[in-house]
């Protein structure tokens, strides 16, 4: 036990500089955007379901502003 109890404070500060930096959380998709994405666009609710809210708002900027 005392020799685990080394290692581990050895570990300890060897990795005690390490940082790990969390990705910002990711915003959800409204669900009257997703709604429109889904039936106004056409997209599948799997690929609305992956895309973050600045994806989304950008899919249907894009296809409002398209002459159709």
Do not use: C, K, N
């Not at 429109?36 to 690929?47: A, C, N, Q, W």
């Amino acid at each position: 036990m005392v020799q685990l109890g080394r290692v581990i404070e050895r570990l300890g500060a060897l990795a005690d500089h390490i940082r790990v930096e969390q990705p910002p959380p990711r915003e959800p998709v409204p669900d009257w955007l997703a709604d429109r994405l889904i039936y106004t666009v056409g997209m599948s609710r799997e690929d609305v379901a992956a895309l973050d809210l600045q994806q989304a708002v950008d899919l249907w900027a894009d296809f409002r502003s398209s002459p159709r």
